[in-house]
């Protein structure tokens, strides 16, 4: 939060906690420490299947070894360091590849000109690696929880924000250049009740736009991976995150009125009334705002936080909150359908009435939070093809009569239209210009719809085939794998961006939805390499989710995890969050209530910033090192994945079958050289 201005968000705006203090020492034990590391990723590797750790060092070495050795210091694998992978900034970084075949913890030691030895890491099974990753993800909404329905944890002991209960609903305001609010808010004179929901990120707010995507994705992976977040899955059962959620959206979406409220809470301040202040003016625990400054005016709008409506009742809705919040209650209907049928068909009618609303031939800017700037989302077709893709399962898939009411009974209707918007995307201005994030769920979307398809028997007529939306999904991954090969530390995103960790969570997904659709292990070494980039391997050497691995943010832009939270990596810690992670700069602005971190004062990655990026663990720094419910969401998806293998419910083999054939005369080997060079769009 940046007390100057306006926080710029664009794209963005347990595994046992052990002390930092206790692993950095592991780090390297020579005098070469600070001349050479071995980066690991942190939640380990995978018994049995291709791993890769990164050397990099000052003093170039192409005839060093390696060698891996247990805890009891048997050395178990040995091999010469290479391929020589790149430079980065002052360092050159060789991959160091392996496979370990019996469980237990591991160390990698380089001999050479220099030497170094990385911190230990687990070789198990991916259930044995992943599950706690999935616990510590839905850790991180629990504690973004707002309203009278918040979970106590070390973290959390009041609820916060009873006012919204009885809020005041604005039209959208305007904006100057800066996004400073012109005039007066102007009240449209309803007032609902928009408490309850998830703080969107390590501020206050309350987005539709996050809240659409991230119940999307839970929504699917309880569906798809019931033994990891679903009713079967224990201590991580993401089933009553995903209702509060969805309960929240539907306080947003009036279905009696046809209304669309999209914001809780302003983030910006006011040009004409600069004494105005908002939310992100402030530095302080949740429950404090209900009553904040007594009867101080300047700070009215953070005691009564305003709504904001999309416009008047049954007007045309932004097509990407359109398809996203049409998927949130489809898949709630599929989800809920059996243990809560009048819940299930409540949302079934909504995302019928919703879908119908989408205005398909927007002008300007789509509508996502106010300012536009916060999320400035720029596609929304793949969003509809989701919508529509979920719609036709909520019909296809329910074993019980479906309300009377809906507009439309046909799975076959939704079909098409999902068909239709794959295609519109496919031949639109934004194709394989993104991997799956908040801004691009088309790496989703184009899974489900192919999965959609072959459930319907492959109708005649549709404006996609399976091969279309797979030949588009490949795309995106080679797009992805060219920019690894660029890489030295193989990942498929560039660094010095926004929203570079989330897009690595979203690319193992990707990954793991092509190799099950085409049997096809072209990019599966890739999806466990992505995984493992923000998990520790990468040039920094620190994971990017806090309690998943030994070294992680600790001094988060996130306010109860700063204020409450320890300074050490020691608990109580926000686990699960997943932060912005590296970008091209680290923002600043000090604000009263912060605890400074790190306590001393020093860059301790500092001296690993290069090749126009950089990573900065310090709680000015919203733009690394802050935490929000998107950029968290796409890594639940990615440890189901990494564990299950395949979602609980598979495609006929027959259809698979035919696909891999199809795709096994088209593809190219993916590490060959590809014409095709990665384009990123993102503004945040």
């Not at 999935?134 to 329905?149: K, T, V």
């Not at 919508?387 to 399962?393: I, P, S, T, V």
Request: proline share 7%; net charge negative.
């Amino acid at each position: 939060m940046d007390p100057q201005t306006s926080k710029m968000r664009s794209p963005r705006n347990h595994l046992p906690l052990i002390a930092v203090g206790a692993v950095v020492l592991l780090v390297s034990t020579s005098a070469w420490a600070a001349n050479a590391y071995v980066r690991v990723n942190q939640l380990g590797y995978e018994l049995g299947a291709p791993g890769r750790a990164y050397f990099m060092t000052r003093v170039p070495d192409n005839d060093a070894t390696f060698s891996i050795v247990n805890s009891g210091g048997t050395a178990v694998f040995s091999a010469p360091i290479g391929p020589r992978r790149g430079a980065w900034g002052r360092f050159t970084v060789y991959a160091l590849d392996f496979t370990i075949a019996e469980a237990g913890e591991y160390t990698i030691a380089v001999h050479g000109r220099t030497t170094a030895t990385s911190a230990p890491f687990q070789v198990d099974t991916a259930k044995a690696l992943y599950s706690q990753g999935i616990r510590n993800a839905l850790n991180f909404y629990q504690n973004e929880r707002d309203g009278a329905e918040f979970i106590p944890t070390p973290l959390r002991t009041s609820a916060a924000h009873l006012n919204d209960k009885h809020a005041t609903v604005f039209e959208s305001p305007e904006f100057d250049n800066n996004d400073l609010i012109l005039g007066d808010l102007k009240p449209t004179g309803a007032v609902i009740d928009a408490s309850g929901g998830w703080w969107d990120a390590g501020d206050y707010l309350k987005f539709v736009q996050t809240h659409s995507y991230t119940v999307a994705l839970m929504l699917i992976g309880i569906r798809d991976f019931p033994e990891q977040m679903g009713a079967r899955s224990g201590a991580s059962n993401f089933m009553h995150e995903a209702k509060f959620g969805l309960n929240w959206l539907q306080k947003m979406w009036d279905d009696n009125t046809e209304t669309l409220y999209y914001q809780v809470g302003i983030g910006t301040d006011f040009k004409d009334n600069p004494s105005l202040l908002s939310d992100h003016d402030l530095w302080r625990l949740p429950q404090v705002d209900d009553t904040v400054g007594g009867t101080d005016p300047t700070l009215i709008y953070v005691r009564r936080r305003p709504v904001f409506a999309a416009g008047p009742p049954g007007s045309k809705i932004s097509p990407n909150l359109a398809g996203r919040l049409a998927a949130d209650f489809a898949g709630c209907s599929q989800v809920f359908r059996k243990s809560q049928p009048a819940f299930a068909d409540k949302c079934l009618v909504a995302a019928e009435h919703v879908f119908d609303l989408a205005d398909t031939s927007p002008r300007g800017n789509l509508i996502t939070t106010a300012p536009f700037d916060f999320y400035g989302e720029t596609e929304w077709r793949d969003d509809m093809e989701l919508g529509g893709a979920e719609l036709y399962f909520a019909l296809a898939t329910a074993d019980a009569s479906l309300p009377s009411t809906l507009p439309h009974s046909d799975p076959l209707f939704y079909l098409r239209a999902a068909a239709h918007w794959a295609h519109a995307y496919i031949t639109g201005p934004n194709d394989a210009r993104d991997t799956l994030n908040l801004y691009d769920v088309s790496g989703l979307a184009h899974f489900e719809l192919f999965r959609a398809i072959a459930n319907a028997g492959h109708p005649a007529g549709l404006e996609v085939s399976p091969f279309d939306l797979l030949h588009d999904l490949r795309k995106e991954l080679e797009n992805a794998a060219a920019q690894a090969r660029s890489d030295p530390f193989d990942f498929g995103y560039p660094w010095g961006v926004y929203d570079t960790a989330t897009h690595g969570a979203g690319l193992s997904v990707e990954a793991h939805e092509y190799a099950l659709l085409t049997k096809s292990n072209s990019f599966e070494a890739y999806s466990r390499r992505w995984a493992g980039s923000i998990l520790g391997a990468n040039p920094w050497g620190s994971s990017f989710i806090v309690g998943d691995g030994v070294i992680f943010p600790d001094c988060m832009q996130h306010q109860v995890a700063n204020i409450v939270g320890s300074l050490n990596g020691q608990p109580p810690v926000l686990a699960g969050a997943l932060v912005e992670g590296p970008n091209s700069f680290a923002a600043t602005g000090f604000l009263d209530g912060m605890r400074k971190c790190p306590p001393n004062g020093i860059d301790v990655y500092k001296k690993f910033d290069a090749n126009g990026a950089l990573f900065k663990d310090d709680q000015q720094s919203y733009s690394t090192v802050e935490p929000a419910i998107d950029l968290t969401a796409p890594s639940f998806l990615m440890f189901a994945w990494r564990i299950a293998g395949a979602p609980a419910t598979l495609l006929p083999k027959e259809v698979i079958s035919v696909v891999e054939d199809q795709m096994n005369n088209f593809e190219p080997n993916p590490l060959s050289p590809t014409r095709r060079s990665p384009a990123r769009h993102h503004l945040h």
